[in-house]
């Protein structure tokens, strides 16, 4: 107690000394006026207090300061540091114990704390150091990657030339490219989904980024210096106990309930202090300020940003998590009690002791400098190279010319590329065919479609081609293996599953298609044959699909399709064996058309017009058959070259070629080699067609028999003369090579089973010429025609909406079921026949073999029984492969 007082006393004096040097320093005005009586009285108050105590009287610190608080607008420090303004007292430099495993430490072996209590603490300690250290290293090996660095860039722009612009990876429904639908985010993308994320990001970061990524690093900076100044308050707090040979920690004297203070300190536990508890956090909070500054500088997007923040604050605080979590009470209970540890103000040299209030403020002028000093660091060093970064990225992938598409020419290996549609294109035909079909339920919201736009969508049109199985809407592996198949399948390919007819598909859906495909120009078939050029144009195989008997398909003599009224160009290849047994091939003379005729026809004219597109269609194919045609020229018909200078009059011939003057001179029979060539022997209409100098220059003649593979139609029919036909020439033709039915039937070598369709070829049937002449060749030939039947049934059977049956499934299914049966039958015959054959050939050969007569006929009986049984066997081994 006399210790206590003692010290109560020192205070006192300390305090009253200063209350000295405060009168002293006033300078009070001669004759004060009355309006001053209340700034003088709690002057006269203190000099009454300081009488007292000159009187050896007594008074209360409270009284003391609260009159020094009346009378003075600044603060008054104690010996202690600490802060007395307005009556409110503030303690000083101290360090604040919190609740955790770093501040626990300090009671690890006093006797306030039992031994296993202590045990616990340190291996706290020690899990704690392990668990901040480890994330910390995770987050520096695995985290830290540099974002958007030259190879990752490389990357994208690899992409942008390699994918991005491919016609492979293009939407061709929509008529996008990938950068676009890239860069517009299109949710319908399938493809590139990394390269979306990255520019969602990328676009999120350029707007505001750099902003929000300061910001989060400022309060992590903040967070962090806030822990190393704690550190430091700690050290210095250990550093200003006295040192002694034990720690004392005994209750408060000041009559406080419940309080501790920590007296002195032994020099040992100042050393483990020291390395144990320190150290470790000093190297913690270091390490967490610089790789956390670095990992927020290199996230890009916005909401990891925000938590990436959180979680490098969940492992700074994770020795508080630790202590609330698993250390002992009564550790945490002392924690509670000491609260504070004195922390003794600096002397610097020349400067004595730094009061208690400046060395605060000091303290937190250098966190604010040391923060803005860490933000301008972050800026200069991460922030603005990464967002430099950011912008080179997005303009890597989404700046210049997004609405292009390209591809490689793989004969010259040039690019060649063509452009596609904005962003903003409607919905396209097939789309909304689709849409309907799907049945998707949709209606209005504020700026999007209109009720009345949603239903006059789904009255006015019609939905997709739904090929089901049987009667319901049942799936079929069949139906899905033919729609995969029409999927892979190109023009041709699709063009042999199409019927010959203009009415084969919904009105409404043919109506849409057309109108997308002949902008708005056509709606309907018979709209298309008002406009017969469409059909003839090469582009439009849409319109020869979908309209084959308007645009001519079936047509032998004067096709609308003029040159394309083939396959591949899309007339459907069930068009093909009408249009070879046409009344009108089958009844038109065998003359060539004249050449007044020629130029009349609008046949011809569009004719040679599509010539010229297949031919002459694409710059590269201009170049290389111009060069070819005036090489030709030159070195054939140099002679007829108009004029004095041939190397002009040549050029001019080629650039008149190449610009299509001649496929229009053609096509307006003005019949000339070139520009100013005439035909060296005068001729005219199809014979100039065919003639040998126009073959060379034209590359190739006119005549080509007309069959399904070929690209385009010959002109056969329009010169059945010139091009070596005869009447029965122009049915039909079984071979490419153009072969009669009659010489095709005269090299059959073996017995044949034809079982034609009620729609095939009379010549196949019975009675036919082919089966005839092959029925008398070989008596085991036969012909079964099934009248109720359309071609195509057995391979395509009844489930082809295609190739419409006459019959119902059930009867298409028994037609088939007999058709195989049917030639099994013939099969098993003809093994029998040539059985027996293979059979009396071996035993001839055998008796040859014998020397005397005798010996032959004595073998002939037991050779003969042997033939017989063989054949029983075979017999029987037949019938029991047939049951099966």
């Known amino acids: 107690m006399a210790l206590a007082t003692e010290l109560r006393l020192q205070q006192l004096e300390a305090r009253l000394g200063q209350v000295e040097a405060a009168l002293r320093s006033i300078q009070q005005p001669a004759a004060p006026a009355a309006g001053d009586s209340r700034e003088e009285e709690p002057l006269r108050h203190l000099e009454t207090l300081q009488q007292n105590l000159e009187d050896g009287g007594s008074i209360s610190s409270s009284e003391l300061v609260h009159t020094q608080s009346e009378r003075f607008e600044e603060a008054l420090f104690t010996s202690d540091g600490d802060e007395i303004r307005a009556g409110i007292t503030t303690k000083g430099p101290c360090y604040e114990l919190k609740h955790s495993v770093w501040d626990a430490c300090l009671f690890i072996g006093l006797p306030t704390l039992s031994k296993w209590d202590s045990a616990l603490a340190g291996l706290l300690l020690l899990l704690n150091m392990f668990t901040q250290i480890a994330f910390v290293l995770i987050v520096r090996k695995r985290m830290l990657e540099g974002v958007l660095q030259p190879d990752e860039l490389t990357e994208y722009l690899q992409f942008r030339t390699k994918v991005a612009h491919d016609v492979k990876y293009a939407d061709l429904v929509g008529g996008r490219s990938m950068a676009r639908q890239v860069c517009s985010q299109d949710e319908s993308l399938q493809w590139a989904n990394a390269q979306t994320g990255i520019i969602s990001d990328l676009n999120d970061y350029i707007s505001i980024g750099p902003i929000l990524a300061l910001l989060a690093i400022g309060c992590w900076l903040s967070t962090t210096l806030r822990e190393l100044f704690n550190i430091m308050g700690f050290v210095s707090a250990i550093r200003g106990f006295p040192p002694g040979e034990i720690t004392v920690i005994a209750p408060k004297e000041d009559g406080d309930s419940g309080r501790v203070v920590l007296t002195k300190m032994s020099t040992c536990r100042k050393y483990m202090v020291y390395i144990f508890v320190a150290l470790p956090r000093l190297v913690v909070g270091v390490s967490l300020a610089i790789t956390g500054t670095s990992y927020l500088a290199n996230t890009l997007n916005l909401a990891d940003l925000i938590l990436n923040a959180v979680a490098l604050a969940f492992i700074l605080d994770i020795d508080e998590l630790i202590e609330s979590a698993f250390m002992p009470r009564r550790a945490r209970f002392l924690l509670n009690a000491l609260g504070t540890l004195p922390i003794a103000r600096l002397d610097i040299p020349g400067l004595a002791q730094m009061g208690g209030g400046f060395q605060e403020r000091l303290k937190n002028l250098l966190k604010v400098a040391l923060l803005l000093l860490g933000l301008s660091l972050a800026w200069v060093c991460l922030l603005q190279p990464l967002h430099d970064r950011v912008r080179l990225a997005h303009n890597i992938l989404c700046s210049g010319r997004q609405d292009f598409i390209y591809t490689v020419n793989a004969a010259t290996g040039l690019v060649e590329a063509t452009p596609t549609f904005p962003d903003n294109v409607p919905l396209t035909g097939n789309q909304e065919s689709v849409l309907r079909l799907a049945e998707v339920d949709l209606f209005s919201i504020p700026d999007w479609y209109t009720q009345q736009a949603i239903d006059s969508f789904q009255k006015n049109g019609a939905p997709a081609i739904l090929h089901t199985a049987g009667d319901g809407e049942k799936a079929s592996m069949n139906l899905l293996f033919q729609l995969l198949m029409l999927a892979k399948s190109d023009v041709e390919m699709a063009a042999e599953r199409l019927p010959c007819m203009d009415e084969a598909f919904p009105a409404r859906l043919v109506r849409d298609r057309l109108r997308h495909t002949t902008n708005e120009t056509v709606g309907s078939c018979m709209e298309l044959a008002e406009k017969p050029d469409l059909c003839a144009d090469m582009s439009m195989n849409t319109l020869r699909s979908l309209c084959p008997q308007t645009c001519g398909c079936d047509e032998p003599i004067n096709s609308a399709a003029a040159a394309f009224a083939t396959v591949p160009y899309g007339c459907p290849k069930m068009c093909m064996p009408q249009r070879a047994t046409s009344l009108k091939i089958k009844h038109a003379p065998c003359t060539d058309m004249t050449a007044e005729e020629m130029a009349s026809s609008q046949f011809i004219r569009r004719y040679f017009h599509g010539l010229y597109a297949v031919q002459l269609g694409n710059e590269e194919f201009r170049t290389a058959r111009t060069k070819e045609y005036t090489m030709s020229l030159n070195s054939s018909y140099y002679s007829l070259l108009p004029g004095p200078n041939k190397t002009e009059s040549l050029l001019r011939a080629g650039e008149f070629y190449r610009s299509g003057g001649w496929h229009d001179a053609m096509a307006n029979a003005n019949y000339m080699l070139g520009l100013g060539i005439p035909h060296p022997r005068g001729l005219t209409g199809c014979a100039f067609l065919d003639s040998e100098e126009v073959k060379a220059v034209a590359g190739g003649g006119f005549c080509l028999p007309r069959t399904d593979g070929d690209l385009v139609v010959s002109l056969r029919a329009q010169c059945p003369v010139t091009c070596g036909c005869k009447a029965d020439e122009r049915k039909l033709q079984y071979s490419p090579h153009g072969q009669k039915e009659e010489d095709l039937a005269k090299e059959v070598r073996c017995p044949q089973l034809m079982i034609p369709a009620s729609n095939d070829d009379p010549h196949v049937k019975p009675g036919g010429g082919f089966m005839s002449i092959v029925t008398a060749a070989h008596p085991a030939s036969k012909s079964v025609v099934y009248e109720n039947m359309i071609h195509g049934w057995m ?76 054949m029983a066997a075979e017999t029987s081994r037949r019938a029991d492969l047939d049951d099966v």
């Open 795 to 870: 391979t395509r059977g009844a489930d082809d909406p295609m190739l419409p049956q006459k019959e119902g499934a059930e009867t298409v299914k028994e037609s088939q079921a007999s058709a195989l049966k049917l030639a099994v039958d013939f099969f098993l015959q003809l093994d029998l026949q040539w059985s027996w054959l293979v059979c009396r050939q071996a035993w001839c050969r055998w008796l040859a073999g014998f020397p005397s007569k005798v010996e032959a006929e004595e073998t002939r009986e037991f050779a003969s029984r042997g033939c017989h049984r063989i």
